[in-house]
């Protein structure tokens, strides 16, 4: 049989990567004991690996594929295939930023300021870059973590990965600006992408991780309607595609089945109420695949 080695970012978006994997219809199950978890595919085989190593050992061969940011594929330089862009991370469907922050009493506004300076990150490479585009000549310093705490005493500045900023206020830093928004890719080794059963294999999952990712915000919503009126009612409604309007056993009423953005809703309902929606039914999705 076939199997496909398949990544699985272990770290802050562990939980986030297998609550996503199971919405899309694969069970995966951690042991905090193994780095094999378990999952309910005989075709796939997975482990788990740090999303900053995944692109390199996704390069290497040494898995067919995995899931990790684009800001570690950029860090690690890695020749992958880039499969689909899947846009969650630890605690939001929102990207991430790579910024650059100092103390909030420093004097330094922009990078400039940070000329012959200490910046400390995870990100070397890419702040070395950051750098050298803006012509400005530092110290870099690989952080292995914590790297909030090391202004102003070990850095004079760093460059961080932040959802919220958050963290960054609670340690009294300020943004001075952003390297790079970064999301979750879906990315395979050359090799695999040219085998026709990996290649079908891989584009089916991201098929459907995709379709879970697109079905974490919306819902679907069924109601009945008298014929006379349909135009009001499909007036108040804002759909992905048209709305299915199917003829109930009434030849004077029909039901709509469409799918809206969930934060709609509570304004939605009234109003489709009012238009002469009735049995107006809310229900969850777990993918949407256009």
Not at 198 to 213: H, R
Request: some cysteine.
């Amino acid at each position: 049989m076939s199997r496909l080695k398949l990544g699985i970012p272990k770290g802050s978006l562990q939980d986030s990567t297998v609550e996503l994997f199971g919405k899309a219809g694969w069970r995966i199950s951690v042991n905090s004991r193994s780095y094999y978890p378990g999952i309910d595919d005989p075709e796939i085989e997975c482990m788990m690996v740090r999303a900053q190593e995944m692109a390199r050992y996704v390069a290497s061969g040494a898995l067919d594929a995995g899931l990790t940011g684009k800001d570690w594929i950029l860090e690690t330089g890695a020749d992958v295939e880039e499969v689909v862009e899947l846009v969650y991370s630890k605690t939001s469907l929102g990207r991430v930023r790579w910024v650059l922050a100092v103390a909030e009493d420093s004097a330094a506004q922009s990078v400039r300021d940070l000329e012959g300076k200490v910046i400390a990150t995870e990100a070397v490479r890419m702040t070395e870059q950051y750098l050298a585009k803006h012509g400005v000549k530092a110290r870099v310093e690989f952080s292995w973590g914590a790297t909030e705490v090391k202004v102003p005493g070990l850095a004079d500045a760093i460059v961080e990965v932040t959802e919220t900023g958050s963290s960054l206020r609670a340690n009294h830093l300020r943004i001075v600006d952003t390297l790079l928004e970064s999301a979750t890719w879906f990315i395979a080794n050359r090799v695999a992408w040219q085998d026709p059963w990996k290649k079908e294999k891989i584009g089916n999952m991201s098929m459907l991780l995709e379709g879970a990712i697109k079905a974490y915000s919306r819902v679907g919503l069924m109601m009945n309607v008298r014929r006379p009126d349909l135009d009001k009612v499909l007036a108040a409604l804002p759909a992905l595609r048209n709305p299915t309007v199917a003829q109930l056993s009434d030849a004077g009423w029909l039901a709509i089945n469409t799918i809206v953005e969930e934060k709609t809703v509570r304004r939605l309902i009234p109003m489709l109420k009012i238009a002469g929606a009735e049995g107006i039914v809310e229900y969850p999705l777990n993918k949407v695949v256009y």
